[in-house]
């Protein structure tokens, strides 16, 4: 269960949708001047080099960020998500990529809070570095599902939470929406991204199916393909679930998800969906 190390698919095509859905949900959030707080169930290390040995063995992020990074006709808000990113590298040298929680370091204020569970013990070290001196932020070493729903409902009355687990236990499935229920029963008004891969179509049917038969209300997701489906070919697309979006998320990855499919697409097969799974 804890094999799972996410520096080798550092700034792939999926990261580059969960980091951008992240962002807009963040900045909109930010907007208002109250408080809120962030959880992240699964927050890896932190931010990843992308001249490690793991992250050079399949090179994922040259067909994900690398691709933006080499491009010269981005929409604004790719421009704006690529701002952020690049602030990670020292003197632009384009040789690092952060992951989640050193997004929400930098997006959140200092009235805000971030809780980052982290069970892998070579992946808590980074993140122990990367927060050492964040006086807002607590890593804590545990199952984030379990960690999450003893959070809730957060004093801020106000937050993300994130959740990406690897779905190396296909029983994760299961988990997230369970874990989600419980949840929205305790912080019915927080927003929640759930990330996930496709690389067997009819798992992500079935958490569609359950979460839209969940009592779970106000549902979008977006969905980032660079192949058709196809199980032999692996992970061909990724997508975020998310409840509560902010108003003007829906019409922001309208607009921008046919440009990464078209840029990030493999062999002309890149696909998006944007779509209402519960209403409001």
Same mark, same amino acid.
């Given at each position: 269960m804890l094999s799972y190390r996410h520096s080798y698919h550092a700034g792939n095509f999926a990261d580059v949708l969960k980091h951008l859905v992240q962002q807009r949900i963040l900045a909109y959030l930010t907007q208002k001047d109250k408080p809120l707080c962030y959880i992240d169930t699964h927050a890896g290390a932190g931010a990843y080099s992308l001249n490690s040995p793991e992250a050079q063995k399949k090179s994922e992020f040259e067909n994900g960020i690398g691709k933006l990074w080499s491009a010269d006709d981005l929409p604004e808000l790719v421009k704006n998500y690529l701002k952020l990113v690049n602030q990670i590298h020292p003197e632009k040298t384009r040789q690092h990529y952060p992951g989640?929680? !050193?997004?929400? /370091?930098?997006?959140?204020?200092?009235?805000?809070?971030? $809780?980052? @569970?982290?069970?892998?013990?070579?992946? =808590?070290?980074?993140? %122990? #570095?990367? $927060?050492?001196?964040?006086?807002?932020?607590?890593?804590?070493? =545990? %199952?984030? @599902?379990?960690?999450?729903?003893?959070?809730?409902?957060?004093?801020?009355?106000?937050?993300?939470?994130?959740?990406?687990? #690897?779905?190396?236990?296909?029983?994760?499935?299961?988990?997230?929406?369970?874990?989600? /229920?419980?949840?929205?029963?305790?912080?019915?008004?927080?927003?929640?991204?759930? !990330?996930?891969?496709?690389?067997?179509?009819?798992?992500?049917?079935?958490?569609?199916?359950q979460l839209c038969n969940s009592g779970i209300r106000n549902i979008q997701l977006f969905e980032l393909g660079i192949r058709h489906d196809n199980e032999d070919f692996g992970m061909t697309a990724s997508g975020m679930i998310v409840i509560n979006p902010p108003w003007t998320l829906l019409k922001e990855m309208q607009t921008v998800l046919p440009y990464l499919a078209e840029t990030l697409g493999e062999e002309g097969e890149g696909n998006w969906r944007a779509e209402v799974l519960v209403e409001e």
């Open positions: 989640s929680p !050193w997004i929400a /370091k930098m997006m959140l204020r200092r009235e805000d809070r971030l $809780f980052l @569970h982290e069970l892998h013990p070579s992946e =808590q070290a980074p993140l %122990n #570095s990367l $927060f050492q001196r964040d006086k807002r932020a607590k890593i804590r070493q =545990q %199952n984030g @599902h379990q960690g999450l729903i003893e959070l809730l409902p957060p004093k801020e009355r106000r937050g993300l939470v994130l959740i990406d687990p #690897s779905y190396e236990v296909k029983d994760e499935y299961k988990t997230v929406v369970k874990t989600l /229920k419980e949840a929205y029963k305790r912080f019915a008004t927080g927003s929640y991204a759930l !990330w996930y891969p496709v690389v067997e179509r009819y798992r992500i049917d079935n958490l569609e199916k």
